[in-house]
């Protein structure tokens, strides 16, 4: 991927030695409902729940960011005009699927502060980008609950996984198991 600016915002592959910035970032979200399994069937419930940091600790997204950069995998990071970290997104090859070959979209997030400035979908689409140069037929997501995660997800086109992830599952249950048609897709990021 080449650099690439939009208006203040310039999205370009990251380095390990980017990947402290992420400290720079207000991971911080509001939850007000989220999906959950109720009597067999997935159901909007409401949780009123704020989550004050990176899900699962800032120390898991820093090493997974790391271990992304030094392995086949590659990471995209949105940059604002004075260089600083407002968002960034994992792309990891996956040895998964009997049906399909996957790329595991294992991180995006947005800086508090920056959302709804149409960041997320950018570095998605980056990430459809690293995708198809992997050479898959999908990307996958598992995605948290959260009403607005799984919004965001079925607005970029995501659809339901139809093979699982049984680790993933087992890791938490509650998440949403989606994946993205990358096969014949056309470049989808404007340059």
């Known amino acids: 991927m080449s650099e690439v600016s939009d208006q203040v915002f310039t999205y370009k592959k990251m380095t390990l030695n980017q990947?402290?910035?992420?400290?720079?970032?207000?991971?911080?979200?509001?939850?007000?409902?989220?999906?959950?399994?109720?009597?067999?069937?997935?159901?909007?419930?409401n949780i009123d729940y704020l989550d004050p940091d990176w899900p699962n600790g800032y120390d898991v997204h820093h090493e997974h960011l790391m271990a992304t950069i030094q392995s086949e995998g590659e990471a995209v990071g949105a940059f604002d005009e004075s260089d600083r970290l407002i968002g960034f997104a994992t792309v990891n090859r996956m040895n998964f699927g009997e049906q399909s070959t996957y790329a595991l979209?294992?991180?995006?997030?947005?800086?508090?502060?920056?959302?709804?400035?149409?960041?997320?979908?950018?570095?998605?689409?980056?990430?459809?980008?690293?995708?198809?140069?992997?050479?898959?037929?999908?990307?996958?997501?598992?995605?948290?609950?959260?009403?607005?995660?799984?919004?965001?997800?079925?607005?970029?086109?995501?659809?339901?996984?139809?093979?699982?992830?049984?680790?993933?599952?087992?890791?938490?249950?509650?998440?949403?198991q989606m994946t993205f048609l990358i096969k014949n897709c056309e470049s989808v990021v404007d340059e």
């Open 105 to 176: 979209l294992d991180q995006l997030f947005v800086s508090r502060e920056s959302r709804g400035k149409g960041i997320g979908t950018r570095l998605f689409k980056e990430s459809i980008e690293i995708a198809k140069g992997f050479g898959v037929d999908y990307l996958f997501i598992c995605a948290g609950s959260a009403e607005e995660t799984i919004a965001f997800y079925r607005a970029m086109g995501c659809t339901d996984a139809y093979e699982r992830h049984v680790g993933f599952y087992e890791s938490d249950p509650r998440d949403l």
């Open 19 to 45: 990947c402290d910035k992420i400290r720079e970032m207000d991971a911080s979200q509001y939850i007000s409902r989220a999906w959950r399994e109720v009597e067999g069937k997935r159901t909007l419930v």
